[in-house]
């Protein structure tokens, strides 16, 4: 979306270290929520996104889908009055008799606040396509930063100044998966290079899921891997749970409450800010959403309006599904998250969509650094607040202002809240 964000990314990746590793970042646009209030535009961006059957977009990408909608907007739909309806659509027994496209549009025009999170959906799958059919090595949200040294490292010695941390945990990600690959003749079609999580799911995805299940290297002194994606089914066996019921509306809310949760629960990791897709993934994907609207729209019994579903929830639950030829969600196994993150979420960057939760996700990214980047720490040591921590990434003035101010005062302020104080100092 341009604006102050993107030439953050750029100062980024035009850091010299950064540089020395990465070429220059290409920008997808996103997709503002305005956009998505009218027919045309809606469909006009799930169809850049391809989430609309070919022969449907076809017609509405034509010239006479632009005539009738300027003629009259109600009538835009009547150019699919010959085009079949796609085979195998799932939902309701009326739902499947309905292009995709006009189910789309009825279910999609009353969601109100969740405009801003079908736009970052849409953004990502388009997203998506550019990376596959472009070839490049991962996708990044405009809101991440990236560790360029590393404590452990002590001084940089000369031929170690264009040393990169963020670099070296890509490379170590990836050839993990490789080395998986040659073992076991599988393929990795989702890889996370960043992810976060409740402070409570993160001390059970990097306490307990991750040593367990984490792929050994061949040199097994090499400590960067991956563990396969963990799912709520891995959470309620460690509680010792044996309910395995599908997750239901209350659960959904509660999920999503991240604030209020104080033991693991609801969806293991989350966020979708650093990730690289598999063609076959993304196809697998792409496939699954055209044949349900109901994998972006659901409403509960009690609900009033379609609510939007996260593109991070949606991304590896459909490529999960896609990949599992077991009831045991062993598709996961296809979902690697890199042990040791190669972007974090900046601090306090005011979310576009869950700005209420900004210093929550400070706080899990602390102890998601503090595990990943001290090696040998133990995991009952709970500091906060550790600067040690953040000063290894690459942050903006204003940013690293936030932290100071967390380290004298514990408490982190908004980007408005600084600018406030700054002016009151002067």
């Given at each position: 979306?341009?604006?102050?964000?993107?030439?953050?990314?750029?100062?980024?990746f035009?850091?010299p270290?950064?540089?020395?590793?990465?070429?220059?970042?290409a920008?997808?646009?996103?997709?503002?929520q305005?956009e998505l209030?009218?027919?045309?535009?809606?469909?006009?961006?799930?169809?850049?996104a391809?989430?609309?059957?070919?022969?449907?977009?076809k017609?509405?990408s034509?010239p006479?889908?632009?005539r009738?909608?300027?003629?009259?907007?109600l009538t835009?739909l009547?150019?699919?009055?010959?085009?079949?309806?796609k085979?195998?659509?799932m939902?309701?027994?009326?739902?499947?008799k309905?292009?995709?496209?006009?189910?789309?549009?009825?279910?999609?025009?009353?969601i109100n606040r969740?405009?801003s999170v079908?736009?970052?959906?849409?953004?990502h799958?388009?997203?998506m396509?550019?990376?596959v059919?472009?070839?490049?090595?991962?996708?990044?949200?405009?809101?991440?930063?990236?560790?360029?040294?590393?404590?452990?490292?002590?001084n940089?010695?000369?031929q170690d100044?264009?040393?990169?941390?963020?670099?070296?945990?890509i490379?170590?990600?990836?050839?993990?998966s490789?080395?998986?690959?040659?073992?076991?003749?599988?393929k990795c079609?989702l890889?996370?290079h960043g992810?976060l999580?409740?402070?409570?799911?993160?001390?059970?995805?990097?306490n307990t899921h991750?040593?367990?299940?984490?792929?050994?290297?061949?040199d097994e002194?090499?400590?960067?891997?991956?563990?396969?994606?963990?799912i709520p089914?891995?959470?309620?066996?460690?509680?010792?749970?044996?309910?395995?019921?599908?997750?239901?509306?209350?659960?959904?809310?509660?999920d999503?409450?991240k604030?209020?949760?104080?033991?693991?629960?609801?969806?293991?990791?989350?966020?979708a800010?650093a990730y690289?897709v598999?063609?076959?993934?993304?196809e697998?994907?792409?496939?699954?959403?055209?044949?349900?609207?109901?994998?972006?729209?659901?409403?509960g019994k009690r609900?009033?309006?379609?609510?939007?579903?996260?593109?991070d929830?949606?991304?590896?639950?459909?490529?999960?599904?896609?990949?599992s030829?077991t009831e045991n969600?062993?598709?996961?196994?296809?979902?690697?998250?890199a042990?040791?993150?190669?972007?974090?979420?900046?601090?306090m960057?005011?979310?576009?969509?869950?700005?209420?939760w900004?210093?929550?996700?400070c706080?899990?990214?602390?102890f998601?650094?503090?595990?990943?980047n001290?090696?040998?720490?133990s995991?009952?040591d709970?500091?906060?607040?550790?600067?040690?921590e953040?000063?290894?990434?690459?942050l903006?003035?204003?940013?690293?202002?936030?932290?100071?101010?967390?380290?004298?005062?514990?408490?982190w302020?908004?980007?408005k809240?600084?600018?406030e104080?700054?002016e009151?100092?002067?």
């Amino acid at each position: 979306m341009g604006s102050k964000r993107q030439e953050h990314i750029e100062a980024l990746f035009s850091h010299p270290a950064m540089k020395a590793h990465f070429e220059p970042p290409a920008f997808s646009p996103g997709v503002p929520q305005r956009e998505l209030r009218n027919r045309m535009g809606l469909l006009t961006h799930a169809g850049e996104a391809g989430i609309i059957p070919e022969a449907e977009w076809k017609a509405l990408s034509s010239p006479e889908a632009k005539r009738l909608n300027d003629d009259d907007p109600l009538t835009l739909l009547h150019v699919l009055d010959d085009v079949p309806v796609k085979p195998g659509r799932m939902g309701g027994d009326f739902d499947v008799k309905m292009h995709y496209a006009k189910e789309l549009w009825q279910k999609g025009k009353g969601i109100n606040r969740g405009r801003s999170v079908l736009g970052c959906a849409l953004a990502h799958l388009k997203a998506m396509r550019m990376l596959v059919e472009e070839g490049y090595d991962f996708i990044l949200e405009d809101n991440v930063r990236a560790p360029i040294t590393n404590a452990n490292r002590g001084n940089l010695s000369e031929q170690d100044e264009m040393y990169c941390e963020c670099a070296e945990r890509i490379r170590n990600a990836r050839d993990a998966s490789l080395e998986w690959e040659e073992a076991t003749g599988k393929k990795c079609h989702l890889r996370y290079h960043g992810w976060l999580g409740s402070r409570p799911n993160l001390e059970f995805v990097m306490n307990t899921h991750c040593p367990k299940m984490k792929f050994t290297r061949k040199d097994e002194n090499e400590t960067q891997s991956f563990f396969p994606f963990p799912i709520p089914t891995d959470i309620e066996q460690f509680l010792g749970e044996s309910d395995n019921k599908e997750m239901d509306e209350e659960a959904e809310r509660e999920d999503d409450n991240k604030t209020k949760m104080t033991k693991p629960g609801g969806t293991p990791i989350w966020g979708a800010f650093a990730y690289w897709v598999s063609k076959e993934g993304y196809e697998a994907l792409i496939e699954s959403l055209q044949k349900d609207v109901g994998a972006l729209l659901w409403k509960g019994k009690r609900m009033r309006c379609y609510q939007v579903k996260p593109i991070d929830k949606i991304i590896p639950r459909r490529i999960m599904a896609a990949l599992s030829e077991t009831e045991n969600h062993d598709g996961r196994d296809h979902i690697h998250v890199a042990t040791h993150p190669s972007f974090f979420r900046a601090p306090m960057l005011t979310s576009q969509i869950h700005s209420q939760w900004d210093a929550e996700f400070c706080r899990s990214t602390e102890f998601q650094m503090k595990r990943c980047n001290q090696e040998g720490i133990s995991k009952d040591d709970d500091r906060e607040g550790e600067e040690l921590e953040w000063q290894h990434l690459w942050l903006t003035k204003e940013e690293t202002q936030i932290v100071e101010h967390r380290q004298v005062h514990t408490v982190w302020l908004t980007l408005k809240e600084l600018a406030e104080l700054s002016e009151g100092k002067e």
